[in-house]
């Protein structure tokens, strides 16, 4: 059998990255991403208005400990007797701004430095791709998980590991969609007239790629989330004061029979992450509703 | 003829292959200003190649491009030097050739912007609408609202803010239908004129450029089999090529004539140089 003579240089970015099992929506996909939108924006303002709507101090050790919900607390008490719906109101404000941060850095980055690449090719080009080739040849996972770990954990640490391995994939985007228009006749008439490099890019290039891009930031926010939740889990992240989702549910694996510790923030991620998957599905139909990849909507928009 | 705006020595266009294809074989060419040169030629014969490499958009594997008294580099990632902004191209896809996401008054707007940091006198962006025969009030409007005949005026207008000494047309009407084909062609000639421009008009269609060029250039293989004024060769065509060109024109007379057809023994005597077909000049 031969393979197709499709190399990794190509615009799909499906290909580029290791897939995430992906829900078909069809014709749901604008009404689930409304409603993802909905619940996206609830958390987002439960994330700035935390310290406003918490009934308890979510570090306070004040309440009897282990308490199901029901007794005075919606969600409980942990093993310290601090209030659980405070602390998953207060892990909002933790993972959420910070994955946000994530999802903005690694596109920033990645995009900057595929756009370099794919203008300049050459030397720099390769350069630049052998690193993500790099990087990406590791399971993200495990290999946030060594950065992590080697940095020492804290939150800033898990943010930087996450970041180090989430920015190739946006560069490798960026690459191959500045390659496409690279030669196209309005880039090139725009060089005519005598347009520096960054003003190709600025003016005839970025505005034209940046529907792709957009679309893998959304669909990254949920695995963001995903991947800082789990550095936290596993106790490479947030410490220990901190209400995180993660290290919320680490914990209540030593309570197991208290239920309510880690259904909850599991709760809360679970929500979250379907919220801004369905938006980031929904932005991408909307972009190309031909087909369930963004492979030929990049480069036509 | 004094210094021309444009000349090109012994240019080589080569594509990698095994063996490399050279679409371009040794071609020399001189346009002043004010002159309209066509060049014509069957697809893949080397126009479009010559023209980017002209422009500097294709690698030349040996020869030399003078805009004026400077040297055209191939474009790359370094800015385009000012002068050589008076070296302008229209497109043969006119969708492909405006940006979709801006204004085209702004992109008229850039050319506008060359031709000032080149020092020349600057323009409105709606005036060169209106000159190109568009709506003024147009300025505002997205490339996907136009049509492709108007996609291609917009183009041309673009270039022509930039104000240039020559103008190069890589098949600015091809993709045009009939009726505008023609209308688009007069008006290039008659703005570059008006702007004392030259122009290097590419295109397959000998009836129009018999009505646009004043100097025509014959090209089969990567060379140029014959050249000179448009009139003479319309008549008196010399060199084989240019005959079986000619002859595959259809003629609206009414008798019902098919064109001809050229046989593949023809093209054996296309290749061959004639020296006498080159450079005519009297009728």
């Not at chain 2, 000619?246 to 004539?257: E, Q």
Request: aromatic fraction near 6%; charge should be neutral.
């Amino acid at each position: 059998m031969t393979l197709p003579t499709v190399t990794t240089d190509e615009v799909d970015p499906t290909k580029l990255r290791w897939r995430r099992p992906r829900l078909r929506l069809g014709r749901w996909s604008a009404p689930l991403g409304i409603a993802g939108a909905a619940v996206a924006l609830i958390w987002v303002l439960v994330a700035i208005l935390a310290p406003l709507i918490e009934p308890h101090d979510p570090l306070a050790q004040n309440l009897p400990i282990l308490q199901a919900p029901g007794h005075g607390t919606l969600m409980g008490t942990d093993e310290l007797g601090r209030d659980v719906f405070s602390r998953v109101l207060s892990g909002a404000s933790v993972t959420i701004p910070l994955s946000l941060l994530l999802v903005v850095m690694s596109v920033l980055i990645g995009a900057v430095l595929g756009a370099i690449a794919g203008f300049i090719g050459r030397w720099v080009d390769e350069l630049i791709m052998r690193i993500t080739d790099l990087v990406m040849a590791f399971p993200t996972v495990i290999l946030a998980m060594v950065i992590a770990a080697a940095l020492g954990a804290s939150l800033f640490n898990a943010v930087l590991a996450a970041l180090i391995v989430s920015w190739p994939s946006y560069a490798r985007l960026t690459r191959g969609l500045v390659l496409g228009l690279r030669q196209s006749n309005y880039v090139v008439s725009g060089q005519l007239l005598g347009f520096s490099a960054l003003k190709s890019l600025w003016r005839d290039i970025a505005p034209n790629i940046l529907g792709p891009i957009l679309v893998l930031a959304s669909l990254d926010i949920g695995t963001a989330i995903l991947l800082l939740s789990g550095l936290s889990f596993l106790g490479l992240g947030a410490k220990p004061p901190t209400a995180e989702w993660g290290s919320m549910v680490s914990d209540a694996v030593q309570n197991f029979d208290s239920w309510w510790l880690g259904l909850f923030p599991g709760l809360a991620i679970l929500t979250v992450v379907v919220a801004f998957n369905f938006i980031g599905d929904a932005l991408r139909d909307a972009l190309d509703p031909k087909s369930n990849t963004l492979r030929g909507g990049g480069l036509t928009l | 003829m004094t210094v021309p705006v444009l000349s090109t020595s012994d240019v080589v266009v080569e594509y990698r292959g095994r063996p490399p294809l050279r679409a371009v074989d040794g071609v020399s060419l001189a346009i002043g200003a004010g002159e309209v040169v066509a060049l014509v030629g069957e697809s893949g014969c080397g126009k479009s190649s010559l023209a980017r490499a002209v422009i500097g958009i294709e690698k030349r594997a040996s020869g030399s491009v003078r805009f004026g008294t400077s040297d055209v580099p191939v474009l790359g990632i370094r800015r385009r030097p000012h002068e050589l902004t008076g070296m302008q191209m229209v497109f043969q896809d006119p969708n492909s050739s405006l940006n979709p996401r801006r204004r085209v008054g702004d992109q008229i707007g850039d050319g506008v912007s060359a031709a000032l940091a080149r020092g020349e006198a600057g323009s409105d962006p709606a005036e060169w609408l209106e000159r190109v025969g568009l709506d003024p009030g147009a300025a505002r409007s997205y490339p996907h609202e136009f049509s492709g005949g108007q996609k291609q005026r917009i183009a041309i207008a673009r270039a022509l803010a930039a104000r240039p000494a020559m103008l190069v047309a890589d098949e600015p009407i091809s993709a045009l239908d009939a009726s505008t084909q023609t209308s688009v062609a007069a008006l290039m000639r008659a703005l570059c004129l008006d702007a004392g421009a030259g122009m290097l008009f590419i295109s397959h269609d000998l009836s129009v450029v018999r009505r646009i060029a004043d100097r025509t250039l014959v090209m089969y293989r990567g060379r140029i089999v014959e050249s000179g004024h448009t009139e003479t060769i319309w008549q008196d065509p010399i060199h084989p090529y240019t005959q079986a060109l000619l002859a595959a024109i259809p003629v609206p007379d009414g008798a019902g004539r098919l064109p001809i057809t050229p046989q593949d023994a023809d093209r054996l005597t296309w290749t061959e140089a004639i020296p006498e077909a080159l450079e005519r000049t009297a009728p």
